[in-house]
């Protein structure tokens, strides 16, 4: 079968019917994972710790001759379809998938990919078998991701007003995991039937390196380098990246051009400035030209394209500085005018 988009992936996640495997793939290992536990439920229903149901494969035991194929044909000694499960499926598993299909069996076996390029062998196979399915987990974002926000509450049995899941959208992490798990905690915050508004919002999430990150950003357009400064070392203390500091202030400046370009109305952005950012936001907004900010984007490009590295250097960090404090000062001398 084809790839399943996001749109058909909750019906089969919910019953994958005749389907005899499912590939799931993609750089959200926490969405991966939810997907998977979701398929196990769907089958198992209440038997979630049945031995005789459910069977767990390391990779080196399902990349052996046979094994793979002989666990989706064996029969539940308590009755029900079987589900085998593969937590770190690799291109080492393609030829066991393979002769998995070629044999009789009901079980549903579920396969747990980090990323796959379109040329992976397991992919490949995957995506060509009528009776796999390969579902695709690439983090959400804007619109998709304040959906899902919004369900999470729902599931939760809380409710939130619109701005409130924008803001969280713009805040929460993209993997899927951290995401559940920081939804929980406002659902708690609130309690069950109450309801998420900003404050309630930035009480439980709005800590730690991103709210001192998005300090450091409003003083820095602000001209403060002082207040930028130590901001900044509290974001980095606190967890932050020098490749999620570039970016982070490579959007903050695109939102400000992009009120800019609008006549200079910060009301226009979306998901909109948080209410206690607004007032600083709209001074900067006030002072920046227009030409500045897409000078200071075509520098932050490049920044970016220099940090993006899978391992830490110095070297990425004086660039996360540098950029934030060229910002302030040229911001400065705005406010010197």
């Known amino acids: 079968m084809a790839k399943i988009d996001a749109r058909r992936a909750q019906a089969l996640l919910a019953d994958p019917g005749g389907m005899r495997a499912v590939l ?29 149901r459910l069977a767990d494969l390391t990779r080196e035991e399902a990349a052996r001759a046979g094994v793979l194929a002989g666990e989706a044909a064996a029969l539940a000694m308590t009755g029900g379809r079987r589900v085998v499960r593969l937590r770190d499926a690799t291109d080492a598993h393609a030829t066991a998938l393979k002769d998995m299909l070629a044999t009789r069996g009901e079980a549903l076996v579920v396969m747990e990919a980090g990323e796959l390029t379109a040329r992976s062998k397991l992919r490949v196979l995957a995506e060509a078998a009528p009776d796999v399915a390969a579902i695709p987990c690439y983090r959400e974002r804007d619109e998709a991701l304040a959906g899902t926000i919004a369900r999470l509450l729902r599931e939760q049995g809380v409710q939130a007003e619109p701005a409130a899941v924008t803001w969280l959208s713009g805040r929460l992490g993209e993997d899927r995991m951290m995401l559940r798990r920081a939804v929980e905690v406002l659902a708690l915050y609130v309690g069950q039937g109450g309801k998420v508004d900003e404050e309630a919002a930035m009480a439980c999430v709005a800590e730690g390196a991103s709210m001192d990150l998005d300090e450091a950003l ?24 020098p490749v999620m500091v570039v970016r982070a202030t490579l959007r903050h400046m695109q939102r400000l ?59 990425d ?20 005018r």
């Open 257 to 315: 051009h992009e009120a800019a370009v609008a006549g200079g109305d910060s009301g226009v952005l979306r998901p909109p400035v948080f209410f206690r950012h607004k007032p600083a936001f709209d001074r900067a907004l006030r002072n920046w030209p227009t030409a500045a900010l897409e000078a200071q984007g075509a520098a932050l490009l490049e920044a970016e394209k220099r940090t993006k590295t899978t391992a830490f250097r110095e070297s």
């Open 218 to 241: 409003m003083a820095a357009t602000g001209g403060d380098a002082v207040a930028a400064d130590r901001a900044l070392d509290a974001a980095f203390a606190e967890g932050a990246n």
């Open 24 to 52: 799931l793939f993609g750089e959200d290992a926490g969405l991966v994972r939810e997907r998977a536990e979701a398929l196990v439920r769907s089958v198992l229903g209440g038997a979630m710790d049945d031995p005789f």
């Open 317 to 336: 960090l004086a660039i996360a500085r540098a950029a934030i404090a060229a910002i302030a000062r040229q911001a400065a001398g705005f406010n010197r």
